[in-house]
């Protein structure tokens, strides 16, 4: 039987990595990560995972040992954080273009200079066009059923997946944590068999990978990359319905908080959306028909499901955590296409709060939907609580 | 009774001291006692011999050593006279390290280097990577330089070619210099670049909670070794010497009292290339609890143990060699980089 654990953000990634029969973790410590893998040496040294566990001499080689596991057939781990996260960026791109279906928990924190170990999204975002999935997590719950779910989504499609959750909110917190026996697990996610047929390296049948391509063949390769993320969609949403029906945690692309008959929507992501919930109780109490549409999949992004959610809404308002610096927030910017294609769109209002991990309230999201309801157009990017 | 005695003021900062207790066991005189709190306070200060144990092995730069003169002064009066604090950014109320982190030692060793040599603060850059010993150039009065984890001398490669007046200390850990920077460093020493690299080597990555390094020793534990790193470490010096440094040596922190640690250090600073001074260092909080002892004081008696000079005997397998190991004169970047503009660029432009 599963049995409830209190357990941080990053020790439910290390039961979870221990849960999904993990074969292979290398990695190199980062604050606020370092607590994932540091679980992960002791559970390996103990002997309770059968895996390999190296310690390398940066994040980039710590992919590189990823992506050489993977590539022989292994299930694959690392977790990281902001610069590592960044170190890793040429390898990330290796991940998925050699159709490798490792997982990766990065923990959100702000990006040097100035130095910072605090949340924001913009480590993670800035990996946005590698061709690794992405999910966002609210709870540790959230965040230790991911991996699971990771595993088995990177799996088929042979995409690696990332999975992340916030610096400290998530990863140094308590929260009670429904942890899977070895059992249950294996029946959504057998242990990682030898397949020759695929990118497996096999004594018996030598092939050559990564090799140097012509124009007449990468374009293809890339093609295919996106035909996966958008099979991808499909598998996912297959999966998580597969996890309800066994384990009954529901998942879907993205969460729903009293949208059914909302007139006017917050988009959030991660942590801040347990404030947003609770300012959209608190509004609704004096009638304002609001409701939170809580973004997990980023990538592939549910474009279709925005589409079907946020279309005949009166207003949205999109709260990023992050910049994409010159543009807008990044959510924002995504929301914002999505609905283009559209005949009918609601106006769409771009916040961002809460980088380097400043505090994010409840209040903080009241404002901003009494500031939400008092605009016609969107203008500006709304910098909520920036010191001038 | 000593001649030397009463003739020394001794003072102790309270805003600085963290009860680390190396001073209150160092001192040969006893002149120290501990307070309820753990700082340390002077009990007996006419015992003092000025043998200056005490403030040049305190992390924290708290302590102060002076020669009474005519006039009696006040416990301000004597800190003002403290040449290291001199040093210090003035808004810096005490360091970020834990107590009794060898760290500080070093950096006090460094500032008195540069106080001896007399070079002015505005011509030297301090610049680091990251980690526990990444702090320093957040606290050093020069100018100063907080970089990425590894990368310190990639920096410093640009800072001394392109300003080549000033004098570049690249401080790093031994996870920044010989893990993730590895590469920098064998070409920084390869290119015989002329800056001075302090790498404190404490054997463990310090600042993200004593995860197993490339200089932890085979056996040695650490988070990630639980049971023992089974892999051999670095020797830093000898990776310096065969990728081309000019100038290598290895300290360790009990030393820092002696005069031939900033003599050392002073030495580095002054010599043309590359020079690497690597400091065996005490982080009682991970590594001394993890294999050795948590205190402090304890860690430096087990490297004094466990360390000997060039020309001596090893006392154990496994002891580490401290001294000036290898000196070459090879001509330096910048000087070649000059040369080799004057010689192949400016005389073909003729
Ligand atoms: C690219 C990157 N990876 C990892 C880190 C996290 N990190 C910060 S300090 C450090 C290691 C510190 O050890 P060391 O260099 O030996 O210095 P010490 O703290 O012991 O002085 C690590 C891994 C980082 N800041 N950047």
Not at chain 1, 236 to 259: C, D, P, Q, S, T
Not at chain 1, 299 to 327: M, Q, S, T, Y
Not at chain 2, 114 to 127: A, F, R, T
């Amino acid at each position: 039987m599963s049995f409830k654990k209190v357990t941080t953000g990053n020790h439910a990634v290390s039961y979870a990595v221990w849960s999904s029969r993990v074969q292979v973790i290398s990695a190199y410590p980062i604050t606020p990560q370092t607590q994932i893998v540091e679980l992960l040496s002791e559970i390996v040294a103990e002997g309770q995972l059968d895996a390999i566990f190296i310690n390398v001499e940066s994040e980039h080689s710590a992919m590189a040992a990823c992506i050489g596991a993977a590539a022989t057939g292994a299930r694959a781990f690392t977790a990281t954080s902001a610069q590592g996260l960044a170190l890793m960026h040429e390898m990330l791109h290796w991940a998925a273009g050699a159709r490798l279906p490792i997982v990766l928990a990065n923990v959100n924190r702000a990006m040097a200079p100035p130095w910072s170990v605090w949340t924001d999204q913009n480590d993670a975002l800035a990996q946005r066009d590698t061709g690794w999935m992405q999910i966002y997590n609210e709870s540790n719950q959230e965040v230790y059923d991911s991996v699971i779910i990771g595993y088995k989504v990177a799996e088929q499609v042979r995409l690696p997946f990332m999975t992340v959750l916030d610096a400290f909110v998530l990863s140094h917190t308590s929260e009670p944590v429904e942890i899977l026996t070895q059992e249950e697990v294996d029946e959504f996610l057998p242990p990682r068999e030898f397949d020759p047929k695929f990118y497996s390296i096999d004594l018996n049948d030598p092939r050559g990978y990564g090799l140097l391509t012509m124009p007449s063949d990468y374009y293809e390769f890339r093609y295919k990359v996106q035909i996966a993320h958008e099979k991808a969609l499909e598998v996912y949403k297959r999966e998580v319905e597969l996890f309800a029906e066994i384990f009954g945690r529901k998942y879907g692309v993205f969460e729903e908080f009293m949208l059914d008959d909302a007139d006017y929507v917050l988009v959030t992501s991660a942590t801040l959306t347990s404030d947003a919930k609770y300012a959209v109780k608190k509004l609704r109490e004096k009638g304002i028909k609001i409701g939170v549409l809580k973004m997990r999949l980023f990538r592939p992004f549910p474009f279709e499901d925005i589409r079907r959610v946020l279309g005949d809404r009166k207003k949205v308002a999109v709260i990023d955590r992050n910049i994409g610096f010159g543009h807008h927030g990044i959510f924002y910017q995504e929301i914002k296409s999505a609905l283009y294609p559209l005949e009918k769109r609601p106006p769409v209002f771009g916040y961002i709060i809460g980088i380097g991990g400043r505090d994010v309230t409840p209040a903080d999201i009241e404002d901003i939907v009494d500031d939400m309801l008092k605009r016609e157009e969107m203008t500006e990017i709304i910098w909520k609580g920036v010191r001038l | 009774m000593n001649p030397r005695q009463g003739k020394f003021r001794v003072v102790v900062d309270e805003e600085r001291c963290k009860a680390c207790g190396i001073c209150i066991k160092a001192c040969p005189k006893n002149v120290f006692d501990q307070r309820e709190d753990g700082l340390a306070v002077v009990a007996r200060e006419e015992d003092c011999i000025g043998c200056h144990i005490c403030d040049r092995l305190c992390p924290d730069f708290a302590i102060t050593v002076v020669e009474k003169g005519d006039k009696p002064l006040s416990d301000e009066e004597v800190t003002k006279l403290n040449i290291a604090r001199n040093y210090v950014r003035s808004y810096v109320p005490r360091f970020v390290w834990c107590p009794g982190c060898g760290i500080g030692i070093v950096f006090q060793g460094i500032v008195r280097a540069v106080h001896q040599l007399g070079i002015p603060k505005d011509k030297i850059v301090m610049v680091s990577g990251i980690g526990c010993t990444g702090r320093m150039p957040g606290y050093a009065d020069f100018n100063t330089l907080h970089t990425t984890h590894g990368r310190a001398l990639a920096f410093a490669t640009g800072i001394k070619l392109a300003n080549p007046e000033l004098h570049v200390i690249v401080v790093m850990g031994d996870g920044d210099s010989v893990a993730i920077g590895g590469n920098h460093f064998i070409h920084a020493a390869r290119r015989n670049l002329d800056v001075t690299a302090v790498v404190i080597n404490n054997g463990i990555y310090g600042m993200t909670g004593g995860q197993v390094a490339p200089t932890t020793p085979t056996g040695r534990r650490a988070t990630t070794a639980p049971y023992g790193n089974p892999e051999p470490p670095f020797d830093i010096c000898k990776l310096a010497e065969g990728a081309g440094a000019n100038f290598v040596a290895r300290l360790s922190t009990h030393q820092a009292y002696m005069p031939i640690f900033t003599k050392i250090i002073a030495k580095a600073i002054q010599k043309e290339g590359f020079s690497l001074v690597e400091v065996l260092s005490q982080c009682p909080t991970y590594y001394g609890r993890f294999n050795i002892v948590e205190d402090p004081y304890k860690m430096l008696q087990w490297l004094k143990e466990h360390t000997y000079m060039k020309g001596r005997k090893p006392k154990h397998e496994g002891d580490f060699v401290l001294g000036v190991l290898y000196e070459s004169d090879r001509e330096g970047l910048v000087k070649v980089l000059n040369r080799w503009r004057e010689e192949k660029i400016n005389a073909s432009a003729k």
